[in-house]
């Protein structure tokens, strides 16, 4: 079993922090997420979209998706559980997890690909209008998420959760290519919450 990755993009994070809090080590392969690379050869014949994190299981097939794979390990590895004990809290968990992906993760994805030349072999072409669309968008989202971390100390209840894995690894890529600090943004709460779950072991996986 393989998992093939890329150092610090978010969806490739959000599972080496899942494995991470599991306990678990997988071996990984490195891909280059180039343009180039990424959509040519082996890859595509795992990823038809030419994108990672991918899961190759021993019989050789291949599970895409971020949250897929996370579903996958956490029905071979219940414990520590991080997607819910029972149909109330798995439903609250994905709801929750739903809106860090949409709310946070992809405003903040379109930013960057569309704001950062370093991000232009990925993305052709570029519209930096809408860049600048997705940062008001990702400050107005957050605000709602701050506001939230006001009356409870994880994003989707009282622990922690994969829900806490997706909005952690979003605020961090903000936080690495286009220097977004919620704090700075008057974010205390959402500040506070990120400084909780960087204290984790399992947020050093995948950088």
């Not at 392969?29 to 082996?42: F, I, P, Q, T």
């Not at 979209?49 to 590895?77: K, M, N, Q, S, Y």
């Not at 809408?130 to 971390?149: H, T």
């Not at 936080?175 to 977004?180: D, F, K, S, V």
Request: charge should be neutral; proline fraction near 7%; glycine fraction near 8%.
């Amino acid at each position: 079993m393989r998992l093939h990755t890329t150092r610090r993009a978010p969806n490739p994070r959000r599972v080496h922090m899942f494995l991470a809090e599991k306990g678990l080590e997988i071996e990984t392969v490195e891909v280059a997420l180039d343009g180039v690379a990424n959509r040519a050869g082996e890859l595509l014949a795992r990823s038809p979209f030419g994108r990672v994190p991918v899961l190759e299981l021993d019989d050789g097939r291949c599970l895409g998706e971020t949250r897929a794979i996370c579903a996958w390990i956490e029905g071979r590895h219940p414990e520590p559980n991080l997607m819910g004990v029972d149909a109330d809290e798995r439903a609250f968990i994905e709801m929750h997890d739903r809106r860090a992906e949409f709310h946070l993760l992809l405003p903040i994805a379109n930013w960057i690909r569309h704001g950062h030349p370093g991000l232009a072999p990925l993305e052709q072409p570029q519209f930096p209008d809408f860049a600048a669309s997705q940062a008001g968008k990702l400050n107005e989202f957050a605000a709602v998420f701050d506001a939230a971390l006001a009356t409870r100390p994880w994003w989707a209840g009282d622990r922690f959760s994969i829900a806490d894995i997706t909005a952690f690894c979003a605020v961090e890529f903000a936080r690495g290519l286009m220097r977004w600090q919620p704090g700075e943004q008057g974010l205390p709460n959402l500040q506070a919450w990120r400084d909780r779950v960087a204290a984790r072991p399992s947020a050093r996986a995948g950088m």
